[in-house]
Structures are given as structure tokens and as C-alpha cells.
């Protein structure tokens, strides 16, 4: 079995400053982890992946995440928040191999004020 | 290059009426899947296709039929549409295979926003 959890609802930060969105993943075999970004009224799309290669995956638009299996999260940064940043995020585990097995996270919006 | 393309974006249905959601891809991807998103609840997997002629149910298929008659297509049909189908259906797409170039990652369409009263 495998889950996911995104211990945000909503984070707010003012642009400019760090970003941290968190996920903790449960699964029973080496998974593979997604974030996801959805703006307001479109489909998802990928930020990054984390696959068994490097733990410090980058993704698209200077976000970052880090594989800690000690820890079993996936956390999501970016240095410096803009407000084409605002969104809702989301965190996905899969194993490989298996088509349907790919479980999403409730989701995370970030807001990003002046 | 379209990608995913899913029908209608938006639709108000009656309780107990019937209607089909089209998705169509031009990627040439294998798999193919129908999900649903509700607030606070992230997506769930309603029904899946790993190719032409193959369909499997996901997390929620109850009130909920698919076909997959060419690797293009993959309607989600809702026979005597409830208020609990309220939600917006995402339809996604993913390459399949072993191809080592495949990054896993899956591609959405924007979705279609579904109200049932």
C-alpha cells in the first residue's frame, strides 16, 4: 500500500522569500514521487520527479525537492516566491510499474501577497 | 500539437440524465485515465486504459463506464448522473512501456467542471 500526505492546506508567503511545501510519502516499495502544479482553472503540470537517481531532483520555474528516505518526505522549495507562483500543489507517489498505482496528496495552495 | 483535449469544459446536468465526457490525445500514449477532483480531496482515479481495448476501474468507477476503442480516445460515460457526481473530471495521459526516455510524467487536459442539480 501507499500514501501520501501534504501537511499544508495553505501556505501564504510574501514574495520574495523562501518557499516550503511538505509531503510525506508511506509506501512498500521504492516509489517513485511527483510534484505537480495547478493554476486556477487548468489541468496539472509536472514541476519535478524524483525517480532513484539524485535525492535533490530541480524542477521547472526554480523549485526544488530532496528524497529523504529516513525521513520519508519529498519536500518542495524554492528560494524566492513570485506571484506567478500562486497555485495549488500537489504531491504524488507511484510505484513503478503498475499503471493505476499513482496516489495524489489533498493538495497544498500557496498564496503569494505583495 | 493539441495534446490532451477533453469535452465540454463545462456542463449542468439533471438528476438522472446521462452524458459522455470526450478526451482525445495526440501523443500516441498508451495510457490513458479519467479522474476526479474534488475540493480538499485531491484526484481520484476513476478508470484507466493501458491501451486500445483494454480498460480497468480505478479508486471510485461507481456510476461511471468507459471504453477505449483507439489508442486516441477514452470517454467517461455517466449513466443517471447524482448530485455526488458534482466534481471536475480530469482526463490525463501517460507514455507507458519501458522506454528508459519515459520520465513517468502524466499530461491532463484542463479538465471538465460537471454540476449535477
Known amino acids: 500500500a501507499q500514501s501520501v500526505t501534504q501537511l499544508d492546506s495553505h501556505v501564504s508567503v510574501s514574495e520574495g522569500t523562501p518557499v516550503l511545501l511538505r509531503c510525506n510519502y508511506s509506501?512498500?516499495?521504492?516509489?517513485?514521487l511527483f510534484w505537480y502544479v495547478q493554476h486556477p482553472n487548468k489541468g496539472l503540470q509536472l514541476l519535478l520527479k524524483y525517480t532513484s537517481a539524485a535525492t535533490l531532483v530541480k524542477g521547472i520555474n526554480g523549485f526544488e525537492a530532496e528524497f529523504k528516505k529516513s525521513e520519508t518526505s519529498f519536500h518542495l522549495t524554492k528560494p524566492s516566491a513570485h506571484m506567478s507562483d500562486a497555485a495549488e500543489y500537489f504531491c504524488?507517489?507511484?510505484?513503478?510499474?503498475?499503471?493505476?498505482?499513482?496516489?495524489f496528496g489533498t493538495g497544498t495552495r500557496l498564496q503569494v501577497t505583495l | 500539437n493539441a495534446g490532451v483535449t477533453q469535452t465540454p469544459k463545462f456542463r449542468i446536468l439533471k438528476i438522472g440524465q446521462s452524458m459522455t465526457l470526450q478526451c482525445a490525445q495526440d501523443m500516441n500514449h498508451n495510457y490513458m485515465y479519467w479522474y476526479r477532483q474534488d475540493p480538499g480531496m485531491g484526484l481520484k482515479l476513476i478508470y484507466y486504459s493501458v491501451g486500445a481495448g483494454i480498460t480497468d476501474k480505478g479508486e471510485v468507477p461507481n456510476g461511471y463506464n468507459v471504453s477505449r476503442s483507439t489508442t486516441e480516445d477514452f470517454p467517461l460515460r455517466l449513466e443517471l448522473a447524482a448530485p455526488s457526481q458534482t466534481s471536475v473530471y480530469f482526463c490525463a495521459t501517460h507514455r507507458g512501456g519501458g522506454d528508459p526516455t519515459n520520465t513517468g510524467e502524466l499530461f491532463f487536459g484542463e479538465g471538465s467542471r460537471l454540476t449535477v442539480l
Open positions: 509506501s512498500s516499495y521504492s516509489p517513485s
Open positions: 504524488v507517489v507511484s510505484v513503478p510499474g503498475t499503471a493505476s498505482k499513482l496516489t
